[in-house]
């Protein structure tokens, strides 16, 4: 059974903005908790890098 309601997005190899992958992420879940769970789950993982002019630092979320 497929969870997605819409074709996967490869979206490693280019740089997106916050904004951007969230809507991305969210046009391919079901439910708003679907894609906070797979923001988090990005975040989590340290895939998500944000940069301000040349520094580059990961997004990370505290688990507690």
Not at 13 to 28: N, P, Q, T, W
Not at 32 to 45: G, Y
Request: a positive charge; glycine letters at 4%.
């Amino acid at each position: 059974m497929n969870a997605m309601k819409t074709q996967y997005h490869k979206i490693n190899r280019k740089h997106y903005s916050l904004g951007e992958l969230i809507a991305i992420v969210s046009s391919c879940a079901k439910t708003q908790s679907e894609s906070l769970a797979a923001l988090s789950d990005l975040f989590k993982s340290g895939r998500v890098v944000i940069q301000s002019g040349k520094t580059i630092k990961r997004l990370r979320l505290a688990t507690s």
